[in-house]
């Protein structure tokens, strides 16, 4: 269904291929702990904000240091910050640990010389090794792909993106139990074969997501063998974005404009300049957040966090355990 790949495809993933996938199955945290702390520099990316959360609270137990964490729980002005001191890091060649959820999947440039993903689809999984290896300062680099064992790491099974992850977890599966390199375009042209199998054919006709994928690899971007997995993966999603957008006050700036808000009515300037500021919540999270009067409302769906102590400088915004931590990206 997805078409013939360009005739070339082999080549160049010949000539980018700079990591190796490898599955090592479900694994205790304590063992995932003792496989990450022993490294300088390594990426962790999981499914969801609460595995983030948990995942970095047990790594950051005795010391912060060197330990970064990415998420929607961030507003944007943070989540560029703390990029950067990735980044920096980075380069430097200093001690770089960092947590992610998919977000850092999303055009975020960075380059680790080890990614541990759990595991999710193949069109994802491929996107993390993009993160891994990209200046091709190793020979060879590993994306380690895992599960938890932990049953208080596990997706709620009776969420819908727990079933659009076991979807695509099933068909990756079934792809890596037939291809010894699940990144060759022999087996994503499987993967995507089996998706779309799967999928409302009118639904992806409407998105161009057919077409988009029968045009084959990116040829522009040379340093990218893979599709343009990034939009079109934005396309597969199938949670709407019914969402809530808490203001917080991450720093002076955003102090200052808040303030504005006291004293001159709601409007298209403000709204720009609060964007960066703004925590994206789904329903449930932002009704907790009412339930302790902890936002005020400014007009539907924007409201402001009152207290900055709600607001974490490594972690974003704080949704306790006892109020349900989001089972979502």
């Known amino acids: 269904m997805c078409g013939e790949i360009c005739g070339n495809i082999k080549e160049l993933y010949n000539s980018f291929n700079r990591t190796k996938i490898q599955f090592i199955g479900t694994i205790k945290v304590d063992e995932l702990l003792s496989r990450i702390t022993v490294e300088h520099q390594c990426l962790i990316i999981v499914n969801t904000k609460k595995q983030a959360n948990k995942l970095f609270e047990r790594l950051t137990k005795e010391s912060k240091e060197g330990f970064y964490y990415l998420s929607t729980y961030m507003c944007p002005a943070h989540r560029l910050d703390v990029i950067g001191e990735i980044k920096r890091k980075l380069k430097d060649g ?5 947590v992610s959820t998919t977000l850092i999947e999303a055009g975020v440039d960075v380059d ?6 759990v595991m999710c689809g193949l069109d994802s999984i491929i996107q993390s090794a993009g993160r891994c290896n990209r200046e091709r300062k190793y020979d060879v ?4 792909v895992f599960d938890f064992e932990e049953n208080d790491y596990k997706l709620n099974s009776k969420s819908a993106y727990a079933n659009y992850l076991n979807q695509r977890r099933s068909i990756t599966e079934i792809v890596a139990s037939k291809y010894n390199d699940v990144s060759s375009p022999e087996a994503i042209k499987e993967y995507f ?7 409302d054919g009118s639904e992806l006709d409407k998105k161009s997501i ?3 994928l029968n045009k084959g690899y990116n040829l522009s971007m040379p340093k990218d063998f893979i599709f343009d997995f990034e939009d079109i993966a934005d396309d597969f999603k199938i949670i709407d974005n019914n969402t809530y957008s808490v203001i917080v006050k991450y720093d002076q700036n955003a102090i200052k404009i808040i303030h504005e808000l006291e004293y001159v009515a709601f409007n298209k300037d403000l709204l720009r300049k609060l964007q960066k500021y703004a925590v994206n919540l789904y329903k449930h999270e932002y009704i907790k957040l009412k339930q302790i009067n902890a936002v005020k409302d400014y007009g539907e769906n924007i409201s402001i966090l009152i207290n900055p102590e709600d ?3 490594e972690t974003g915004i704080i949704i306790i355990d006892e109020l349900g931590i989001a089972e979502f990206i």
């Open 94 to 98: 200093e001690k770089c640990i960092v």
């Open 112 to 117: 680790f010389p080890v990614v541990y993903r």
């Open 141 to 144: 680099a590993y994306v380690f």
């Open 193 to 199: 074969d089996i998706l779309f199998t799967n999928m």
């Open 210 to 212: 057919i077409k988009r």
């Open 311 to 313: 607001y974490s400088k």
